[in-house]
């Protein structure tokens, strides 16, 4: 039998034996004769589903109506029948109504009736029909149509698409486990191309549009093409399969192949008597549990997790989890502690053999020590926050601190944090979560009561990830770090025997919240004399060591230190100034390299020599007294500095303009020497219709740097004042105050840094308020027995001292002119004499 049967040969014999009689009835029955005109007319039988190719043989189901009724027609008159297809898309193929214009004759088998009511029954197609008319009626439809002859030649082209076609179908079937492998040995056998195309159209899986076009393509070459296309299709679909179910069965097999070996492990280790790896590590960490301090809390929960470690496979994903929760439980200081070193003495002996200056913070630590000497068991620690410029020794002094105290340093850098789990940790259902940087800080330190220092808390962010500051909340207040609760760990962590150290550059950008919890400590810039003394105990013999110079080869004069401070460098704190050491030590050690003669004592000259010419040129006291300009002390981060004040006066409409990139209380503080200066124009002998006539420029020079702040108050008022009155300021004058509407002068800051600032300048006598006398406690005495402080409470006592006594002046006309003073008789003569 050459048809291709499509039932299921791997039944049992009995249902073969069956199947086999019911195929041959099919045979039984002739194709239908047609009349001279080629059309025949039979019953018609609609395939809702289904398309059914000439040559092929195929199960279908029928229910009770008219399909059924045309089927016991057919059977009984032994003829066949014509199945027809609804139309479910567009052709271009000509159509008969709603029904395709391409039909099937086909003979049907005998029928049987199924347990449910209905029937089944072996169709086999017989040809290709055009359809011409449908009939309906009748109890069923009646199909008029013609028969449609396929071409069967074999030309060199169909056959060369026949042998592709069959080599694109054994790959298929080799791939597709639903076809049976005898499908290719069919193929092999067919020689006719149209036959061929139906065969394998009906045996890969395609949809219903798709046979449908198969089945109107009346060309058998254009009919194999287009099944050679799908093939192609089908088997670019079955390679992918194919590679996928290969590598999930890869992946199956190592898994079982691993479980097999793992298997046979337990097995050997039970005969050696080792027990089970997995049981051992299990045991290890109860055994670590129960000798490890814990408190009860943590005690808890880490057996609880070794209970549910213990009854997961040991594959399980969340093993890991449980493990990496368990270590951090177990290697955390829960209970140990380092021994404080309470000796005042030894404290106070390190921090000065490390540290010059810096009085405030030294003594702060001495106390604390001191009070803990007294009462040990007082476990408060302070909370401080060191703020002061770069460089000035926040960092280094927390270590030696650290030192004195005997405790372990560790340090945090908070620079840049943004996420507020960064500081709380994640909770565990994220993968990869860790603890916060806290606690990972604190099992770095091995110990629970270390000295943490918490580095740049002024640059903390806050952005959708939550506000960082928000949780040192709870890490810097001593009322609450006893139980410090990581969302990893969720566990209260005791964190009130730490000693916390935080740094800062500036308070502005810290939270009033968290500032109300720590103690501030200023760290002030390093004036030039501390500078001097930093590096000749430390700096140098430090640079010396590092370039390679033994100790006393060469020595840097004070006078060179100075010009390197002065010309240099413009820093708060040693950090340039120790690079530049450093810079001069190499050259020594260069020249000494090359067997060359180098300075046993490095002069000013040499310093120049080494390091080029001078970076930085500092501003220097007026050489003549002259009128309109006065001298400003300012402070900056980097120390104090002179900074002269110019008033000229112009002709104008009255404005007042001030220059030299200075802020918004700069400018209010010269509105109000300005008003001060109206509201004594009487008293200093100035015609208030002057000041509707002129324009005052204020300028303030080294336009480039900004300026801020009050305290240049009263050195703009002297100044103004001087302009209108033509009388010189004294060129040794310097002075810083604020001035308020009444002439009243308001304390500053930054006293010590202004003073020193004022005696490097040259300048002789210091004009400063009265309240800020108290601040002369922290100027060397040496800088005192050189200048002469001047205190003063109100404007009047400044013009005194700052000012040359008054001359007969001149007064100036409406156009800002001089005017010249005339004789009774010249104002007799042009009538200006009053009667």
């Not at 691993?258 to 790896?277: H, W």
Request: glycine share 6%; aromatic share 6%; hydrophobic share 40%.
């Amino acid at each position: 039998m050459d048809e291709w049967n499509t039932g299921n040969g791997n039944g049992n014999d009995e249902y073969s034996a069956a199947l086999h009689q019911r195929t041959e009835e099919l045979y039984r029955i002739p194709n239908a004769v047609s009349d001279d005109s080629g059309i025949i007319e039979l019953p018609g039988v609609v395939l809702t589903d289904l398309v059914i190719f000439p040559r092929l043989t195929l199960p279908v189901f029928l229910t009770p109506g008219p399909n059924l009724l045309a089927i016991q027609e057919s059977q009984e008159n032994v003829e066949p029948v014509i199945g027809l297809m609804k139309r479910e898309w567009e052709l271009d193929f000509p159509e008969s109504g709603k029904y395709l214009g391409i039909g099937i004759e086909m003979v049907v088998g005998r029928i049987l009736t199924m347990p449910d009511g209905n029937s089944s029954a072996l169709v086999q197609g017989r040809r290709r029909v055009e359809v011409i008319e449908v009939l309906e009626d009748g109890p069923y439809p009646r199909v008029r149509a013609r028969i449609i002859e396929e071409s069967v030649r074999v030309t060199r082209r169909i056959d060369a698409l026949m042998r592709t076609t069959r080599d694109l179908f054994d790959r298929c079937v080799q791939l597709d486990r639903s076809l049976p492998e005898e499908a290719h040995l069919v193929a092999m056998n067919i020689n006719e191309p149209g036959w061929l195309s139906d065969m394998i159209c009906t045996s890969i899986s395609l949809s219903l549009h798709e046979r449908q076009k198969l089945l109107v393509i009346i060309d058998p070459e254009e009919r194999l093409k287009r099944v050679n296309w799908l093939l192609a299709q089908e088997l670019d679909v079955l390679q992918l399969e194919d590679e996928i179910q290969t590598r999930v069965q890869s992946e199956v097999d190592r898994s079982q192949r691993e479980f097999y070996l793992r298997e046979q492990m337990k097995a050997i280790q039970v005969e050696l008597g080792e027990g089970d790896i997995w049981t051992r590590e299990i045991n290890e960490l109860k055994e670590r549990i129960q000798t490890t301090e814990l408190p009860q809390e943590a005690r808890t929960a880490a057996l609880k997790e070794i209970e549910r470690l213990n009854q997961m496979p040991q594959m399980a994903p969340e093993v890991g989890i449980i493990r990496t929760y368990l270590d951090w439980i177990l290697d955390l200081p829960w209970s140990i502690a380092t021994e404080d070193n309470l000796d005042v003495k030894h404290a106070a002996k390190i921090l000065e053999n490390y540290h010059y200056g810096l009085g405030k913070a030294k003594d702060r630590i001495l106390e604390y020590i001191a009070v803990r000497s007294l009462k040990p068991k007082k476990e408060r620690q302070p909370i401080l926050c060191f703020v002061g410029p770069p460089g000035t020794g926040k960092t280094s002094l927390g270590r030696s601190i650290a030192e004195a105290l005997g405790r372990k340093f560790v340090r945090l850098s908070l620079g840049g944090v943004r996420d507020e789990a960064e500081i709380r940790g994640h909770r565990r259902t994220y993968i990869g979560a860790l603890p916060g940087r806290i606690l990972q800080t604190m099992r770095r330190a091995g110990s629970i009561n270390p000295l943490f220092m918490l580095d740049e808390i002024d640059k903390l962010g806050a952005d959708f990830r939550g506000d960082p500051s928000a949780a040192l909340l709870e890490v810097l207040d001593p009322e609450q770090n006893n139980a410090f609760s990581d969302h990893y760990l969720e566990l209260s962590f005791d964190l009130s025997k730490v000693m916390f150290i935080t740094t800062a550059n500036s308070i502005a950008s810290i939270p009033p919240a968290l500032m109300d919890r720590m103690e501030l400590i200023e760290f002030p810039g390093y004036i030039e004399e501390e500078k001097v003394e930093i590096a000749r105990r430390f700096l140098i013999p430090r640079q010396m060591e590092e370039s390679g110079l033994d100790e006393g080869e060469t020595k840097i004069e004070e006078a060179a230190l100075r010009k390197i401070v002065r010309e240099y460098t413009y820093e708060a704190g040693v950090r340039n100034l120790e690079r530049e050491i450093g810079r001069t030590c190499r050259k020594i050690a260069r020249l000494k390299s090359e067997k060359k003669k180098f300075p046993a004592r490095v002069s000013p000259a040499i310093i120049e020599k080494f390091l080029g010419p001078p970076e930085f040129l500092l501003t220097e006291a007026e050489r003549t007294d002259e009128v309109g300009v006065a001298t400003a002390i300012a402070w900056t981060e980097n120390g104090g500095e002179i900074m002269p004040v110019e008033v000229l006066i112009l002709d104008g409409k009255g404005n007042l303009q001030i220059t030299g990139q200075v802020g918004e209380v700069m400018q209010e503080s010269a509105q109000a020497a300005f008003s001060y200066l109206k509201s004594r124009c009487h008293q200093l002998a100035i015609d208030p219709e002057e000041f509707e006539h002129l324009d005052i420029h204020i300028h303030i020079p080294e336009g480039a740097i900004p300026k801020d702040g009050p305290s240049a108050g009263i050195t703009i008022a002297t100044a103004l004042i001087s302009a209108f009155t033509e009388r010189p300021i004294y060129k040794d004058v310097g002075m810083t105050g604020e001035i308020t509407l009444r002439g009243r002068v308001l304390p500053i800051g930054g006293l010590k840094e202004k003073i020193l600032a004022a005696h490097r300048s040259g300048l002789k006598r210091i004009i400063m308020p009265d309240r800020n006398v108290k601040d002369l406690v922290d100027v060397p005495k040496k800088v005192l027995s050189d200048i002469k402080v001047i205190a003063v409470t109100h404007m009047d006592q400044i013009l005194d001292v700052a000012l040359h006594p008054p001359v007969d002046r001149i007064p100036r006309t409406h156009s800002g002119k001089k005017t010249v003073k005339k004789t009774s008789k010249e104002k007799a003569s042009t009538g200006e004499q009053k009667a």
